[in-house]
């Protein structure tokens, strides 16, 4: 069984879309594209930097395309990246130029290869993909890269069905620009009780 996480960039009110530039997804008239930017420092890099560690991917057809048209030209920006598997979600794409790409068609597939044998699977960005995968139990770890700010409009992580769901934090960091970087995983159902009882 392999362990699936995922790693997503997000604001105070949960937007996740177009992190990392402004032309990254301007779809619905989304106008803040970059907002990571101003936020970054040493010490949020650092730990970045080990998330980028070679592992498999699990990638939506959109952010597929938008690594497959970034990275191969900036490997040395994430050493590996070109090595491990791409796995991609994609009614529509069949191949790429990109060595190791493997288009998955459906949720069975993913289950599949969750229940192959492999290396650990981490998904970044693919917000379609990463509410299909909380929907259906199929997630063990979260990094939440949380920035102070909120957006009011886009493209939202818990949106659309997440499973009510226990985490466990099991690590944490503050940056000096105020990102929360938080490490949850997978702690079974959730449970109620009354406050003061």
């Known amino acids: 069984m392999r362990k699936i996480t995922l790693i997503s960039m997000i604001t105070l009110d949960g937007v996740m879309q177009a992190p990392g530039g402004p032309g990254e997804d301007r779809s619905g008239g989304f106008k803040y594209g970059g907002w990571v930017a101003p936020y970054l420092d040493e010490v949020g890099g650092k730990v970045m930097e080990k998330q980028m560690k070679p592992a498999d991917l699990l990638l939506g057809r959109k952010t597929f395309q938008i690594f497959a048209g970034y990275w191969p ?28 790409s493997v288009f998955l068609k459906s949720l069975a597939d993913i289950k599949k290869l969750k229940r192959s044998k492999g290396s650990d699977i981490k998904v970044w ?10 929907k259906n139990d199929l997630v063990d770890e979260l990094w939440l890269i949380i920035h102070p700010l909120t957006l009011g409009k886009g493209k939202k992580l818990f949106d659309n069905g997440a499973i009510p769901a226990a985490f466990t934090l099991i690590g944490s960091t503050v940056t000096p620009s105020g990102v929360i970087i938080a490490n949850y995983k997978r702690a079974g159902k959730v449970k109620t009780g009354t406050v003061g009882a």
């Open 73 to 100: 030209k900036h490997e040395n920006g994430w050493p590996g990246i070109s090595d491990v598997t791409k796995y991609v979600l994609s009614k529509t794409m069949k191949k790429s130029d990109w060595k190791n």
């Open 125 to 134: 960005g693919s917000g379609k993909l990463i509410q299909l995968l909380l």
